[in-house]
């Protein structure tokens, strides 16, 4: 405003005014009382640092003193008008300001709704851009979103016998979710350290029980999964090479170690805590990530538990990922239906985890393997063996006996792919080589049609021109024949008809005729 911009204009000329003055100070035999040859402001005016053993050797007033106590910040008489001055313009200054911005702000009350909505608009539009940068970051996929699949209620039969003796089967609980990931990767891990992980689950499948080593990923698997539907359902791409997924209404998770001293809880308790919480509130259209289920106590009491609660969670429909040591749990998946076993595998030659998730096979039991391999006695491992009994062990070599060919099909399928894909490259090629040849012959043919075309108007054209001279050349000699005739009549008429000097003219005339029409 131009009361703003005068306010301004005098600061400056007072700000001068007041530096002319203690600079004065500064350069006259009264600056071996300064500790320095500055000018400082304390609480808004302008001072200068005195020697507190020199205070009564400039008149002034104290503002303020150093933590030494040796400087004291003095302003001097001869700038108290002045720095007033210069205050009081301050103040005007901050009143002005305050109107200005009061006005601008009753002006912009009117469109407050109008700048709400673009604030908001904006604020969109930010978070799209956002997201394609991270998009972009990550590499990621757009994930496909798979309709909850309905289930048709069995119908009684329509005879009357039949319908009598008919029992209705128990219903589909479970709605029919998809969790379809694969080449996942956590995306708060460095992706070049990151093995990929496939969540490979169909739509009749609601249970799964994940089973590995300890430090095998079971927990990142988890909550790579977590994360992967809730990036999902927020608009976001995925740190994946494919995923079909359902939207859950609510994701509910278990996950880590939730010790609370201060609740006096121990890990069985915590965990136990939040499963309390999630089985009251769970229904069929939920998604619930359970980290050891039922660890923290005894064996056999916790298996038990996990049981029980895993059936609970299945009966409600959830869709359901539980990683466990337990094998009953695994023995429960291989004997529920809807449920299946899932294992992270180990690498015993190298004892570490390779974190590659193989669904429907339970994890192996490494401790054996992992012991004979670091060195342990083979007669500490046989009575060991003996301890465990011979139905576990047996069982155990199964399923690395299965593990085993899961893996040579997996290479020969993956070998089958491979040669799939190269005879289809070799078609493609074929088919592009065919189409080329085709492509030529066409074009082979149409400019043959074109250079016979060309010769042939060639030719009329020619055709034409000979024509011409044909028809002239006859024209000319009909003419001359006629003309010849002509004389040769009239010559004999003359001679017949005529004296001597007569003939000569008429002779003459018929030459100058004969003429005329050579011409034209």
């Known amino acids: 405003s131009p009361k703003l911009a005068k306010i301004r204009q005098q600061q400056r000329v007072v700000h001068g005014r007041i530096q ?4 004065r100070i500064l350069n006259s035999s009264m600056n071996q009382y300064l500790q ?8 808004g005016r302008y001072v200068l ?8 050797r400039i008149r002034g007033i104290v503002h303020d003193q150093s933590g030494s106590g040796a400087t004291l910040w003095m302003e001097p008489l001869a700038t108290v008008d002045l720095n007033n001055e210069y205050r009081g313009l301050f103040i005007e200054e901050q009143e002005e300001i305050n109107r200005i911005l009061r006005e601008l ?8 709704d109008v700048i709400k909505r673009i604030v908001e608009s904006l604020a969109d539009l930010d978070l799209i851009f956002a997201r394609a940068r991270y998009a972009l970051q990550i590499d990621g996929i757009r994930p496909a979103f798979v309709e909850w699949r309905t289930f048709e209620q069995p119908k009684p039969p329509k005879h009357p016998n039949e319908r009598a003796k008919w029992v209705p089967p128990p219903p589909n609980l479970h709605p029919g979710s998809t969790v379809w990931v694969k080449g996942a990767r956590h995306p708060m891990l460095p992706a070049a350290s990151v093995v990929p992980t496939n969540w490979t689950v169909d739509d009749d499948t609601f249970v799964v029980l994940i089973t590995g080593p300890n430090t095998g990923g079971k927990t990142v698997s988890l909550k790579t999964m977590g994360l992967m539907v809730l990036m999902a359902q927020s608009g976001l791409h995925l740190p994946a090479t494919e995923a079909r997924l359902t939207m859950f209404n609510n994701v509910y ?8 001293i201060e609740q006096s809880l121990s890990t069985f308790s915590a965990h136990m805590t939040n499963i309390v919480r999630i089985l009251s509130v769970v229904d069929d259209r939920s998604l619930v990530l359970l980290d050891e289920l039922g660890s923290g106590t005894d064996p056999s009491e916790g298996a038990a538990l996990a049981m029980s609660i895993t059936n609970f969670l299945r009966d409600k429909g959830a869709t359901t990922f539980i990683a466990t040591h337990y094998p009953e749990l695994k023995i429960y998946a291989s004997q529920t239906e809807g449920a299946v076993n899932a294992s992270l595998l ?28 670091l060195g342990l006695d083979e007669t500490i491992l046989d009575e060991a063996m003996r301890f465990v009994g011979v139905d576990s062990h047996q069982a155990d070599d199964l399923l690395g006996s299965i593990q085993d060919l899961r893996d040579q099909m997996e290479a020969e399928e993956a070998a089958t792919r491979l040669a799939q894909r190269q005879a289809e490259k070799s078609r493609d090629l074929l088919q592009e080589r065919l189409a080329q040849i085709e492509q030529e ?31 002239d050349a006859e024209s000319i000699n009909a003419l001359k024949k006629a003309s010849k005739a002509v004389d040769t009549l009239e010559e ?29």
Request: glycine share 4%; charged share 35%.
């Open 441 to 471: 012959r066409v074009e082979t043919l149409a400019e043959a049609k074109r250079q016979a075309e060309k010769e042939l108007e060639k030719i009329r054209l020619e055709l034409r021109q000979v024509r011409r001279q044909i028809r």
């Open 49 to 56: 640092p005195v020697k507190a053993d020199a205070k009564g």
């Open 346 to 373: 180990f690498d015993v030659e190298t004892l570490s985890p390779t974190y590659e998730m193989s669904i429907g096979i339970p994890g192996r039991s490494n401790a054996f393997a992992i012991a004979r391999r």
């Open 36 to 43: 320095e040859a500055i000018v400082t402001q304390r609480n």
């Open 253 to 260: 998770a278990d996950i880590g170690d939730e010790q609370s």
């Open 492 to 520: 004999e008429k003359v001679e017949e008809l005529q004296p001597a000097p007569a003939k000569s003219t008429q002779t003459a005339t018929v030459r100058k005729l004969r003429k005329s029409l050579e011409v034209g």
């Open 20 to 23: 002319d003055k203690l600079q």
């Open 105 to 112: 702000s009753a002006q912009v009350a009117d469109f407050a």
